[in-house]
Each structure stands twice: as structure tokens, then as C-alpha cells.
């Protein structure tokens, strides 16, 4: 008995069903051109079925239990839909609506590992296909988010000295405002160090130019006066001998460490020289005559 209400309630179950869809207005289907839709909600809507449709999809391939075709076939038909939506979305821009591609940009792509790759034309498919979920683990793809070990290119020694500049030589180590000062500190010292030894030296000088008679310094500075005296005589007698000296190998005659040939010497080597050229000279044109009179013999001959 209870299987026979079942068997009613599902007759009229399906009854109502049929009843409930006949009331309703047919179910419109998406264009497939965007260009066919002149109302901008209808195609707001479009757009938005869509995305829904991209996400049922992008939720599916999340499945590691899915055969290689299976996860081929998704990425494909999301990848379609990706483009669909683009071609929406120029189309909502055209009838005056809003600018989705400005404000919902596209998200990177990133590898299994959640890094950001990017992958220009993987597969040859053609510029902006993507991989989505385990798809990224099929054969041949997992390549394209491998990154190649970086090598370490080495310099060379051009470009290292491309790198070189005037730094290098410390030629740029006064610029930084220390180490002026110093050397102007130490340049005032030591200038006035030898400013005042060559004053104490001149007046020494002077004073022993006086003092001097007989070859004999008097010892009226004492024996203190006297020595110095003596230095400085000795350090000016030293240059007077020293600029003589110079003067002296300056002036000195030159001295040939080869034998020289003379007049008479000169004068036999001209001559054996023109000799050989007017010989040469002889012999060249005596030789063209025998060459031509060969030639006009040859001539009688023929």
C-alpha cells in the first residue's frame, strides 16, 4: 500500500514540476557574439553569469583526483571563458557602461609554490593562456614554472675597468673636507720651520763674512758662534766647488770612443762610391744594347 502512495506522490511531484516549468517564460540563452546585445543589463548580466560559471570551473580543477584530459579540457574551457568575459567586458565599455578592465585587473599568475612567474606563451597557445589549479602539475607544463639556476655571469676586464674612475686613485679623497685642513696645518708649519732655519743660517752667514780674517774665525760668539760659523763656511765652499765642478764637466771637450775617419779617408770613399754607379751605370746600358741588337737579328732572320 505505502508503495503505491510513493509511487502517486512522485506522479504528482513531477506533475507540479511540469506544471511550474510551462508557467515559466523560456530560458534565454547568452548570445554568442557580445556584439549581438544592444541592452547594457542585459549585458551586466551576461558578464556576471560568466564569472559564475569561471569560478564553478576554477573550484573543479582544484581536484587532484581528475584524469590528465579531464584537467586539460577545464583549463581550456576556462581559459575560453576568460576570453568571453574580456569580450563582455569591451562590450559593456562600448555601450556606455563601466570600465571593468581598469578596475579588475587581471591576476598574476603564480606557480605551486605561490610565487609570481611569468609565463609569456607557454604551450604555443598564443599570448595570455593561463594554468589553473593541478594543471600546472601536467606533463610538460611544470617545466614553464621552473626557474632556470641563475649563473653568475664573469666580468671582463673590460668591463672592469669600464667601472674605474678617478676614485680609484684617490684623486677624489681631498673632496671630502678633511684632509685639507690638515695638510694646510702641517704646509704652514713646516714652510715656517724652513723660513726660520734659513734666516738663522743667513745671519750666521753674515756675521761669520765679518768676522772672517786671516782664514780664521774670530771667536766672538763663542765656541758655540764659532762652530757654526765654521758649518756654514764649510756648507759654501762646498757649493762654490760644486757649481765648478758642474761648469767644468759642462765645458769638457767630447771624447769619440770609435775611430773617426779623416779628410783624405772621406774623400777615397766618395770616389769608390761614384765609381760603382758610373760601373752599374755602364753595364745596365750595355746590356740593353746586346738586348736590342739580338732582337733586330731576330728580325733580319725572319
Given at each position: 500500500?505505502?508503495?503505491?502512495?510513493?509511487?502517486?506522490?512522485?506522479?504528482?511531484?513531477?506533475?507540479?514540476?511540469?506544471?511550474?516549468?510551462?508557467?515559466?517564460?523560456?530560458?534565454?540563452?547568452?548570445?554568442?557574439?557580445?556584439?549581438?546585445?544592444?541592452?547594457?543589463?542585459?549585458?551586466?548580466?551576461?558578464?556576471?553569469?560568466?564569472?559564475?560559471?569561471?569560478?564553478?570551473?576554477?573550484?573543479?580543477?582544484?581536484?587532484?583526483?581528475?584524469?590528465?584530459?579531464?584537467?586539460?579540457?577545464?583549463?581550456?574551457?576556462?581559459?575560453?571563458?576568460?576570453?568571453?568575459?574580456?569580450?563582455?567586458?569591451?562590450?559593456?565599455?562600448?555601450?556606455?557602461?563601466?570600465?571593468?578592465?581598469?578596475?579588475?585587473?587581471?591576476?598574476?599568475?603564480?606557480?605551486?609554490?605561490?610565487?609570481?612567474?611569468?609565463?609569456?606563451?607557454?604551450?604555443?597557445?598564443?599570448?595570455?593562456?593561463?594554468?589553473?589549479?593541478?594543471?600546472?602539475?601536467?606533463?610538460?607544463?611544470?617545466?614553464?614554472?621552473?626557474?632556470?639556476?641563475?649563473?653568475?655571469?664573469?666580468?671582463?676586464?673590460?668591463?672592469?675597468?669600464?667601472?674605474?674612475?678617478?676614485?680609484?686613485?684617490?684623486?677624489?679623497?681631498?673632496?671630502?673636507?678633511?684632509?685639507?685642513?690638515?695638510?694646510?696645518?702641517?704646509?704652514?708649519?713646516?714652510?715656517?720651520?724652513?723660513?726660520?732655519?734659513?734666516?738663522?743660517?743667513?745671519?750666521?752667514?753674515?756675521?761669520?763674512?765679518?768676522?772672517?780674517?786671516?782664514?780664521?774665525?774670530?771667536?766672538?760668539?763663542?765656541?758655540?758662534?764659532?762652530?757654526?760659523?765654521?758649518?756654514?763656511?764649510?756648507?759654501?765652499?762646498?757649493?762654490?766647488?760644486?757649481?765648478?765642478?758642474?761648469?767644468?764637466?759642462?765645458?769638457?771637450?767630447?771624447?769619440?770612443?770609435?775611430?773617426?775617419?779623416?779628410?783624405?779617408?772621406?774623400?777615397?770613399?766618395?770616389?769608390e762610391k761614384k765609381k760603382k754607379e758610373?760601373?752599374?751605370?755602364?753595364?745596365?746600358?750595355?746590356?740593353?744594347?746586346?738586348?736590342?741588337?739580338?732582337?733586330?737579328?731576330?728580325?733580319?732572320?725572319?
Amino acid at each position: 500500500m505505502a508503495r503505491n502512495e510513493e509511487k502517486a506522490q512522485a506522479l504528482l511531484n513531477r506533475f507540479i514540476t511540469i506544471k511550474q516549468e510551462e508557467k515559466r517564460k523560456p530560458r534565454e540563452r547568452r548570445p554568442y557574439l557580445a556584439s549581438q546585445c544592444r541592452d547594457l543589463a542585459h549585458a551586466d548580466r551576461w558578464r556576471v553569469d560568466i564569472l559564475r560559471e569561471i569560478g564553478v570551473k576554477v573550484a573543479e580543477i582544484q581536484n587532484e583526483g581528475l584524469a590528465e584530459h579531464r584537467l586539460r579540457d577545464l583549463n581550456d574551457a576556462i581559459n575560453k571563458l576568460l576570453r568571453e568575459r574580456s569580450h563582455w567586458e569591451r562590450r559593456i565599455l562600448e555601450l556606455g557602461g563601466r570600465d571593468y578592465s581598469r578596475s579588475s585587473n587581471a591576476a598574476l599568475m603564480t606557480d605551486l609554490d605561490g610565487n609570481i612567474v611569468a609565463v609569456p606563451n607557454p604551450s604555443g597557445r598564443g599570448p595570455g593562456y593561463r594554468y589553473f589549479g593541478h594543471a600546472k602539475n601536467l606533463p610538460g607544463v611544470r617545466e614553464l614554472f621552473d626557474k632556470p639556476p641563475e649563473v653568475r655571469k664573469r666580468r671582463t676586464r673590460y668591463e672592469i675597468c669600464k667601472r674605474i674612475d678617478a676614485g680609484y686613485y684617490g684623486y677624489h679623497d681631498d673632496e671630502d673636507g678633511v684632509l685639507e685642513p690638515l695638510e694646510a696645518a702641517a704646509e704652514k708649519r713646516k714652510r715656517d720651520e724652513v723660513v726660520t732655519e734659513w734666516h738663522r743660517v743667513e745671519r750666521v752667514r753674515r756675521e761669520a763674512m765679518k768676522n772672517v780674517v786671516s782664514g780664521e774665525v774670530a771667536g766672538a760668539g763663542g765656541r758655540g758662534g764659532e762652530a757654526a760659523a765654521r758649518e756654514v763656511l764649510f756648507e759654501e765652499v762646498e757649493l762654490e766647488v760644486e757649481e765648478e765642478r758642474r761648469l767644468e764637466e759642462a765645458g769638457r771637450e767630447f771624447v769619440a770612443h770609435v775611430p773617426l775617419p779623416d779628410e783624405k779617408e772621406i774623400e777615397r770613399m766618395v770616389l769608390e762610391k761614384k765609381k760603382k754607379e758610373l760601373l752599374s751605370k755602364y753595364t745596365s746600358d750595355a746590356l740593353q744594347g746586346q738586348q736590342k741588337e739580338a732582337k733586330e737579328m731576330l728580325n733580319m732572320q725572319r
